[in-house]
């Protein structure tokens, strides 16, 4: 089996803008593609959810209201009951008041006593209402507050539902804003994933270098387009007996394929080659990379470029790029003959994987 090195570029850079964001529950491109698929269905089941949750609420509210509505009729009628034995016990003693009495004194204090007791029954009604309005003021209060909450989400049922689902709807909403924005690098991941399984069938003699990137500093000089490569990044550098081959992955449908504006991974890959050959070359005649040479000289490292569409393979040909679908890489690599030992493969991949 093909031994493999680093994780496919897409992949990080897929975790690094998910992690940015503080998304930590997807974990694999599977994961991201399920969770758009079925994003509408998930603002569904938030405010399902949220709607069984305010139905749970007027439940509970309208309960509520009932228990206390008979708490104050229960307190309201022990206060009466006590104001009516209180009021019964001082007519009692204002009905056993003799006005005929021969006792012209005891008849004139019986009149101010019934004075009295009629002001007490007086004061003790007036107490009353001020026990009545004041000892139940927070509980109808709390109940009124209440009733109006349960005309509110009556009247409103799906407003109230929409206001109480809104921040796990917001959240959502954003949560696929941001896995939006990554919508290239996850098909891009999903392609890279497809080759890498691919070229994991090949024999462990073959060495599999993913998200292989480096910078020059002094950049380099690239006379075929007269500018400067100040770095490069490339899918997949696979090493093999046969040579090195560059592979860029692409999961393009038709229509970016026609897309202008897209950078040409003809170029792109035309220009990693050049550089890809001063850093085998620089290894070279600098004695980093050494290579058994034939008798006749120094041994060319071959570096062919491919590019693999796994969606829709272009029809146009390039030249000194390779343009495949994912079942024909396999057998495009089997076709060339080795030209290195396992040893000599095992330096240029660990010449490229340590390069600096």
């Given amino acids: 089996m093909c031994r493999v090195y680093n994780q496919i570029g897409s992949l990080t850079a897929i975790q690094s803008h ?44 309208n309960a509520e209201l009932i228990q206390l509505d008979n708490l104050i009729k229960a307190k309201k009628k022990e206060l009466l ?61 709390n109940y009124q507050q209440k009733y109006n909450h349960y005309l509110y989400i009556t009247s409103n049922f799906e407003e109230v539902v929409k206001e109480s689902s809104s921040k796990q709807i917001q959240e959502l909403d954003i949560k696929k804003e941001i896995i939006d924005q990554i919508n290239n690098s996850i098909y891009g991941a999903i392609g890279e994933q497809k080759v890498v399984r691919e070229l994991e069938k090949l024999p462990d003699n073959h060495i599999l270098i993913n998200d292989f990137s480096c910078w020059f500093e002094p950049p380099i000089y690239n006379q075929q387009e007269n500018d400067y490569i100040k770095s490069i990044q490339i899918d997949h550098i696979l090493i093999a007996p046969s040579g090195v081959f560059l592979i860029e992955t692409k999961n393009w449908s038709q229509e970016s394929q026609q897309n202008i504006r897209l950078f040409s991974p003809v170029q792109q890959i035309k220009r990693a080659n050049f550089a890809l050959f001063k850093i085998l070359n620089g290894g070279i005649s600098k004695s980093k990379l050494i290579i ?25 040909e390039f030249q000194y790029v390779k343009i495949l679908a994912l079942n024909e890489l396999l057998g495009y690599l089997k076709y060339f003959q080795p030209c290195f030992t396992d040893r000599e493969t095992e330096k240029i991949a660990n010449h490229l994987r340590y390069f600096r």
């Fill in 81 to 141: 009951q006590q104001l009516i034995s209180k009021i019964k016990k001082t007519k009692l003693r204002l009905n056993n008041l003799n006005f005929t009495s021969s006792n012209k004194i005891q008849v004139l204090i019986n009149c101010l006593l019934k004075i009295i007791f009629k002001l007490v029954i007086r004061l003790k009604k007036l107490i009353y209402f001020y026990q009545v309005r004041f000892t139940f003021k927070k509980l109808k209060e």
């Fill in 18 to 61: 998910l992690r940015l964001h503080n998304i930590n529950d997807y974990s694999s491109t599977k994961d991201l593609i399920y969770f758009r698929n079925n994003f509408q269905a998930y603002r569904q089941n938030i405010l399902l959810e949220h709607r069984v949750l305010i139905e749970e609420e007027k439940t509970n509210l």
């Fill in 292 to 316: 058994k040479n034939h008798h006749w000289g120094m041994k060319k490292i071959p570096i062919k470029n491919l590019i693999v569409f796994v969606n829709h393979k272009p029809n146009e």
